[in-house]
Nanobody, 125 residues
Framework: QVQLVETGGGLVQAGDSLRLSCSASGRSSSMDTMGWFRQAPGKEREFVGA????????YYADSVKGRFTISRDNAQNTVYLQMNSLKPEDTAVYYC??????????????????WGQGTQVTVSS
């Protein structure tokens, strides 16, 4: 059973940086993709980015490309989401998720089998 725990959320000002961590326990080799999603109040969950444990390929939503960076530490089974130049519209609950790699559907929540509990990120203007 895979368990995911996100940490690092908080309240920051516009332009600040924040780093989220997602610790994965019980991970199997088939769970090759770690995704980050977010959901703002009244909005649908949206894809932020993803990374593969094998090879480290990364994928980003256009809205965060150039500002957010995903990395992983295979030895620590931890994935990071470094968020720079934060904007008020980045305010949301951020979730990490684990799933297999399936080309073309990495951006879809349905690809992921396991989800963390989420961590709140609030960006004030």
């Amino acid at each position: 059973q895979v368990q995911l725990v996100e940490t690092g959320g908080g309240l920051v000002q516009a332009g600040d940086s924040l780093r989220l961590s997602c610790s994965a326990s019980g991970r199997s080799s088939s769970m090759d993709t770690m995704g980050w999603f977010r959901q703002a109040p009244g909005k649908e969950r949206e894809f932020v980015g993803a990374i593969r444990w094998s090879g480290g390929s990364t994928y980003y939503a256009d809205s965060v490309k150039g500002r957010f960076t995903i990395s992983r530490d295979n030895a620590q089974n931890t994935v990071y989401l470094q968020m720079n130049s934060l904007k008020p519209e980045d305010t949301a609950v951020y979730y990490c998720a684990a799933g297999p790699f399936r080309a073309g559907i990495t951006r879809y929540g349905g690809n992921y089998d396991y989800w963390g509990q989420g961590t709140q990120v609030t960006v004030s203007s």
